[in-house]
């Protein structure tokens, strides 16, 4: 069964970069078809997919982003160590959410638990 854990620090001030790693156990990140992705729930809002990274034939990797979110989103991976990380950079008080990790076919079939990340000075 394959689980997610979000980790990175809790307190980001205004204007810097917001890093989040997921670590993977019980699947691999190499594993076709699946979308590994980060999603966000700001207090008192909805989900909101952040961005998402897939590992194609010949050790190559698709990504795609939120548009309103792109021109500050980073999705790398490390196979070697079975995680993905988020960067997202400027970062304002709206920004102040729960992170979460999932694995997507089509629809999340596995989640993080969650992190909540605030953005303050």
């Known amino acids: 069964q394959v689980q997610l854990q979000e980790s990175g620090p809790g307190l980001v001030e205004p204007s810097q970069t917001l890093s989040l790693t997921c670590t993977v156990s019980?699947?691999?990140?190499?594993?076709?078809?699946?979308?590994w992705s980060w999603i966000r729930q700001s207090p008192g809002k909805g989900m909101e997919w952040i961005g998402s990274?897939?590992?194609?034939?010949?050790?190559?990797?698709?990504?795609d982003y939120n548009p309103s979110l792109k021109s500050r989103t980073s999705i790398s991976r490390d196979p070697a160590k079975n995680q993905f990380t988020l960067q997202l950079s400027s970062v304002t008080p709206e920004d102040t959410a729960v992170y979460y990790c999932?694995?997507?076919?089509?629809?999340?079939?596995?989640w993080g638990r969650g992190t909540l990340v605030t953005v303050s000075s």
């Open positions: 999932a694995r997507v076919e089509a629809v999340p079939d596995a």
């Open positions: 019980g699947g691999s990140i190499t594993a076709q078809h699946y979308w």
């Open positions: 990274i897939a590992y194609e034939d010949s050790a190559d990797y698709s990504r």
